[in-house]
C-alpha cells in the first residue's frame, strides 16, 4: 500500500498537482514508518521547493493523519487536497 501510494503520489508531482502529492507522500510516510521502512524524499523535497511553506506543511500533515482507509477513500474519490481541513486529525492505526 505505502508503495502504491508513493507511486500516486509521483504521478500527481508529474501531472503538476503538488498539494495532491505532497498529501499522498505524506500518507505513505507514515505507513512506512510503521514497518521501519526508509524512504526516498527526493520527489517530495522537489514538491515542496515549489509549494509555500504553509501549503505544504498542510498537505503533508493531512497525509500524515490519515488512517489507511481516509487514504484509500481519498485515492478513490479524486477529490482535490482544497479539502486538507475536512480531513480528520486521527492517529494512524
Known sequence: ???SLTNLAELASVIGRLERAVLLWGAAGWL???IGAHTDDY???AAQAQL???T???AWAAGRAM??????A???EGSDVDSVS???TTTPQ
Open 1 to 3: 500500500m505505502a508503495n
Open 32 to 34: 512506512y514508518d510503521s
Open 43 to 45: 520527489d517530495r523535497a
Open 52 to 54: 509555500d511553506d504553509a
Open 56 to 58: 505544504f506543511a498542510s
Open 67 to 72: 488512517t489507511l482507509e481516509q487514504a484509500i
Open 74 to 76: 481519498y485515492v478513490l
Open 86 to 88: 475536512s480531513i480528520a
